[in-house]
């Protein structure tokens, strides 16, 4: 792992700076380093995409690194028909379940209800502040497990 030393300052007007871009782009409000772009803020799809290029555009940042397929799903993954499809069929289901148990009055329960259909069947890791936050101090998408920020400490006597 690289530790890099940082002033105060810089930390301070990059959080700042990054939280507030997320914030006034996104009318959600970031609270953790551990927010996700999609799981907390709601954010998907094109959205996502185009919340991406304007950061990268309006901070000079190179996306180079960055694979938004590791990360989020896309537009048709999330609105095609497929999955659209198939949710309509799984929420008629519960639906279905639900007046079962409601009309049983709880005499016939359903324990492995369906869940919500995932496109693809592949796993996504989402984006989270902290990583927006430091892709925005080295200018490069860079994993967080590989730098980490230390105060520097200067004394003036």
């Given at each position: 792992m690289q530790y890099k030393e940082l002033p105060f300052s810089k930390l301070r007007q990059a959080y700042t700076t990054a939280k507030?871009?997320?914030?006034d782009e996104t009318g959600c409000e970031i609270d953790s380093l551990q927010n996700k772009i999609?799981?907390?803020?709601?954010?998907?799809?094109?959205?996502?995409?185009?919340?991406?290029?304007?950061?990268?555009?309006?901070?000079?940042?190179?996306?180079?690194g960055f694979e938004f397929d590791k990360h989020f799903y896309s537009e048709g993954e999330l609105f095609g028909s497929g999955p659209v499809l198939t949710n309509i069929v799984i929420m008629i289901i519960k639906v279905v379940m639900w007046l079962i148990e409601?009309?049983?009055?709880?005499?016939?329960?359903?324990?492995?209800?369906?869940n919500w259909y995932r496109p693809l069947d592949r796993e996504v890791s989402d984006l989270t502040f902290k990583q927006m936050l430091t892709w925005y101090l080295e200018k490069?998408?860079?994993?967080?497990?590989?730098?980490?920020?230390r105060l520097a400490t200067s004394f003036n006597y």
């Open positions: 507030q871009f997320i914030e999609e799981e907390h803020l709601g954010i998907a799809g094109d959205d996502t995409e185009e919340l991406l290029d304007r950061f990268i555009k309006q901070y000079g940042l190179s996306a180079d409601i009309l049983s009055i709880k005499q016939i329960q359903f324990n492995n209800k369906p490069d998408f860079t994993a967080v497990e590989q730098t980490s920020y």
